[in-house]
């Protein structure tokens, strides 16, 4: 069964930094996508970032030149590094993957922005 684990999230002023942090187990797969995905209240849970073993990555234009997703494959551990954060950051953000066509989800970790 394969789990992911957040942790990292908490509470940040405007401008502010967080590094977010997502373990996988239960999985040899070391080529699959892995990704961040957030949800605000009242929203659609929406891609934040993704990356796949290559280190080609993805993200969405609001967080364009403030986040950076980055690997460790031996760790089989995903980050997402956020700077410059605004107050519409805020949200629960979910780490992601795929696996031979079956999404799985973590628990969802809180980043709240706000002075």
């Known amino acids: 069964q394969v789990q992911l684990v957040e942790s990292g999230g908490g509470l940040v002023q405007p401008g502010g930094s967080l590094r977010l942090s997502c373990v996988a187990s239960g999985s040899r797969r070391r080529d699959n996508v892995m990704g961040w995905y957030r949800q605000a209240p009242g929203k659609e849970r929406e891609l934040v970032a993704s990356i796949i073993s290559g280190g080609n990555t993805n993200y969405a234009d609001s967080v364009k030149g403030r986040f950076t997703i980055s690997r460790d494959s031996t760790k089989n551990t995903v980050y997402l590094i956020m700077n410059s954060l605004k107050p519409e950051d805020t949200a629960v953000y979910y780490c992601?993957?795929?696996?031979?066509?079956?999404?799985?989800w973590g628990q969802g970790t809180q980043v709240t922005v706000s002075s």
């Open positions: 992601h993957t795929a696996i031979w066509g079956i999404n799985y």
